[in-house]
């Protein structure tokens, strides 16, 4: 089965692509190749980046790190369509603060900004990049200026981590644990039975030895002010989960065709199945792509061979074995995306052809538009 | 050994996905060839050992693992920051009951996402006391510790345990083990080396990742170049590739020759080839020029068309070991 890009990126209903995968697939890229694509279509996009390649943020304009989406200059508005595109770059620390800032008065603001549990919380924390990419998108969402939003996923090497990480730390901050050891005196530990809070005692003891009672203290407070501005972290990050379950989404997972990368793909598949997420396909990205001739691997090796038997036209034995090994190269991806797909029948598979250079200016964007869109490739 | 004479732990790191895992394993064998002990450690819980070993998950046990050449032994280690923990309570405060009840009540987990820096201090500290292990000869209990660690985005944090201290106790026990932890990483008997791809994005992140380890004065080792392909063109073929100058009759001839029909697709497939593959190749060459300006050795390993198992490491060891690397 076939994708059908443009009939997702030109249908209005449709207001939130996420782009996932596991780690050097090539979200940034294709989140960034569907954002040009759909604006050049008409659309009004705006792309959240996480990690972009240098170069590649150069191209669209993101010169300055300042969290807000920036016009990208050099759409072709060939259609007369009026389409635009604005992209970003998430910086998670600027956007916890901007959060924090948005929650409470200047004052309290900044006692939590100068905590230290905080500062490694909004810059260090496993969990945070993905809970503000969370957090921003619902943002952008709000802000009603797009009417499509096109988002990028951390480098993650779990896939699922987009998904779960949020509520995860969400869960962390508002947990019982970190009231219980940060404030045993205000009562928290009520109704946890007296083994359990003598363990605790044990454990808090201990955790100040190792931690220091300052940081404990640090975290204390940090519970305390946030306790009297947030609605809840949790709360927060179920929210935007909602979100993603909106029929106005749409996830496209992106792939290498390497066992590795598509067990991965898998693993999010199935997942974006059980709860009933929207999935618009699977991108099988960097595929060797093998010009038809008519002749088999074995043929071409032979005939390489007795070329080099004979001690003649060493350069075309070469090219010959070359052409072997990209047919060799290309029969492994197919069988790995034959697996994938019996495994998976229902998944829309789009093989995108890897280019011989990094993808890092419009043209390069556009290419891969065209590829993403590309409904007759033979591959 | 020629490069790092001292070192004993090895740390491995890279970008995701480079080959980190495959090539501090392929490390451990060539280190032990001829006869020396070593010894892979992994601590991110991911049991990648054990998948890349075909064996069951390890437990928090030193195990044998393979054999080297000329007589040597591998052994493995997954630790996770949970099991290091409970060690450390019960070495410093007798706690290896209540430590243990602690954890199923999911307060391990949460004293070291409260701190992430605690569980770092503790993983690197259980890598310095195997490398400092003395047997009942008082030899080293290995000769070589080899430590999967975690990718360049995190391993200065990771390593440089004395900023991490920035956010745990001043004093007491944990402050003395950072100290001697530190002792033994930021000094020659440890060596960092960074593996990478000749793409951009990998190269980048080795380049910027080398520049953090220095200014944090934390021992650089050597650049590993993983998965790469032979060029199947040498540099004038490639120029005349990508101008569209290879001379097609003569190409003709040797397809007739061959026992093929020069046909216009055929040709037009291995012209284009061509073109793609020299792309390729010189912008590998760039990021390898990249790479070779840092002045530090460089170990260049190809991609197994097979893909990795048992037999892959050991080829890929016998390439370190012809690169220099142990086999003394
Ligand atoms: N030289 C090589 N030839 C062929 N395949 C390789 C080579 N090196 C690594 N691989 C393959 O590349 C994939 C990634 O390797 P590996 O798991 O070692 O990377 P890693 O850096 O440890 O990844 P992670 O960041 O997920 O820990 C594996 O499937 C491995 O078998
Ligand atoms: N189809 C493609 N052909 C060639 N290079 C590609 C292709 N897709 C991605 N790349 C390159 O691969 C690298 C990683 O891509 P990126 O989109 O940053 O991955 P991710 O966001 O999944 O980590 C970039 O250098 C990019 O230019
Ligand atoms: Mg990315
Ligand atoms: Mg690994």
Redesign the interface.
């Known amino acids: 089965m076939t994708l059908d890009i443009d009939a997702i990126l030109t249908n209005p209903d449709k207001n939130i692509i996420v782009c996932t995968g ?3 697939v090539g979200k940034t890229t294709t989140a960034a190749a569907l954002g040009l694509r759909a604006a050049e279509l008409g659309r009004n996009v705006c792309v959240l980046t996480i990690d972009p ?3 590649l943020a150069q191209a669209m304009g993101l010169t300055e790190l300042d969290n807000t989406p920036r016009a990208v200059v050099g759409i072709s508005n060939e259609s007369n369509s009026n389409g635009s595109l604005s992209a970003m770059m998430l910086d998670m620390k600027r956007t916890f603060d901007e959060v924090v800032e948005s929650h409470s008065d200047p004052e309290r603001a900044e006692k939590i900004l100068s905590n ?2 905080y500062q ?1 919380l909004s810059s ?3 969990g945070t990049q993905e809970y503000m990419a969370m957090e921003k998108l619902g943002q952008l969402r709000a802000q009603s200026q797009w009417d499509l939003i096109i988002v990028d996923t951390p ?1 993650s ?1 779990n896939a699922l981590d987009f998904l779960d990480a949020p509520a995860r730390l969400g869960s ?1 901050l508002d947990g019982r ?2 009231r219980i ?1 940060t404030a045993p005196a205000r009562g928290a530990g009520r109704g946890i039975g007296r083994i ?1 809070a003598l ?2 005692g ?2 808090t003891n ?7 009672a300052q ?1 404990l203290a640090d ?1 204390g407070n940090f519970v305390a002010d946030i306790d009297t501005t947030f609605g809840g972290f949790r709360e927060r990050a179920d929210a935007t989960y909602a979100l993603l379950k909106d029929a106005g989404t749409e996830f496209i997972v992106v792939a290498a065709p390497e ?2 990368a598509l067990r991965e793909a898998a693993y999010f598949v199935e997942r974006l199945n059980q709860d009933s997420m929207p999935l618009g396909g699977l991108i099988l990205n960097r595929v060797q792509e ?6 088999t691997q074995d ?2 090796l ?3 061979q ?2 080099t038997a ?1 001690g ?2 060493p ?9 072997a ?2 047919m ?1 190269i290309k029969e492994r991806q197919k069988h790995l995306a034959m697996r994938f797909t019996a495994a998976h029948p229902n998944v829309a598979v789009q093989p995108i052809p890897a280019l ?3 993808v ?1 200016d419009l043209a390069g964007l556009r290419q891969i538009g065209e590829a993403l869109a590309n409904q007759g490739i033979t591959w | 050994m020629r490069n790092w004479p001292e070192a004993t732990l090895h740390v491995v790191t890279g ?3 480079t080959g980190k895992t495959t090539i501090a394993a392929a490390l451990a064998i060539a280190l032990a060839k001829n006869g020396h002990r070593t010894i892979l450690m992994e601590v991110e819980g991911r049991q990648g050992i054990a998948q890349l070993f075909d064996t069951p998950p390890l437990p928090y046990e030193e195990r044998k693992i393979a054999v080297a050449p000329g007589g040597g032994e591998v052994w493995a280690l997954a630790v996770d920051t949970e099991d290091a923990l409970l060690d450390y ?1 019960e070495m410093f ?1 007798k ?1 290896r009951r ?1 430590g243990s ?2 954890s199923k ?3 391990v987990d ?2 070291t ?4 820096g ?1 569980g770092d201090v503790l993983l690197t500290g259980k890598a310095c006391e195997v490398v400092k292990r003395k047997d009942k000869k008082q030899d080293n209990a290995y000769d070589y510790v080899i430590l999967d660690a975690p990718p360049t985005g995190r391993i200065t ?1 990771f390593l440089n345990v004395n900023g991490e201290m ?5 004093v ?1 026990p ?1 402050k003395s083990h950072a100290d001697s932890v530190m002792a033994v990483i930021a000094s020659d008997q440890t060596a960092i080396h960074l593996v990478t791809l000749l ?4 190269v ?1 992140e080795t380049l910027d990742g080398i520049t953090e380890l220095e200014e944090n004065n934390l021992p650089v080792g050597g650049i590993f170049v993983n998965m790469t392909r032979p060029p ?2 040498d540099a004038a ?1 490639r120029a005349m590739a990508i101008a569209g100058e ?2 097609q009759q ?2 003709e ?3 007739s ?4 029909a020069p ?1 216009p ?2 040709m ?10 020299a ?2 190749v010189d ?1 590998e060459i760039t990021e390898l020029e990249r790479l070779t300006q840092l002045s530090r050795p460089i170990i260049v390993l190809p991609l197994l ?1 097979s ?1 990795i198992d048992l037999g892959g490491l050991y080829e890929l060891a016998a390439i370190m070991t012809a690169s220099g690397i142990g086999g003394e």
């Open positions: 596991s780690g050097g390649a240098r170069r230290p549990f490694a260090s924390f496993a480098p090497r962390f644990l970190i050891i359990a363990g605790f044990i454990f201990v955790l100040s030895k190792l931690l220091g940081v975290v066992r590795d093998v010009p038809e001739t008519g002749l043929q071409i032979a005939a390489a007795k070329l004979e003649q036209g350069l075309t034995a070469a090219l010959l074995e070359l052409h090994q990209r060799e011989a250079q990094d890092n | 970008k995701g996905g309570l405060y706690l209540a009840a602690l009540m999911g307060a949460f004293a996402t409260i701190a992430p605690l944090r920035s956010g745990l106790a001043k007491g944990i793409e951009e994005m990998p980048q199947q063109l073929q290879l001379p003569e190409i001839l040797d397809i020759q061959s026992g093929l046909t697709q055929l037009e497939a291995l012209l284009s080839e061509a073109s793609d593959h792309e390729r912008l068309p893909g």
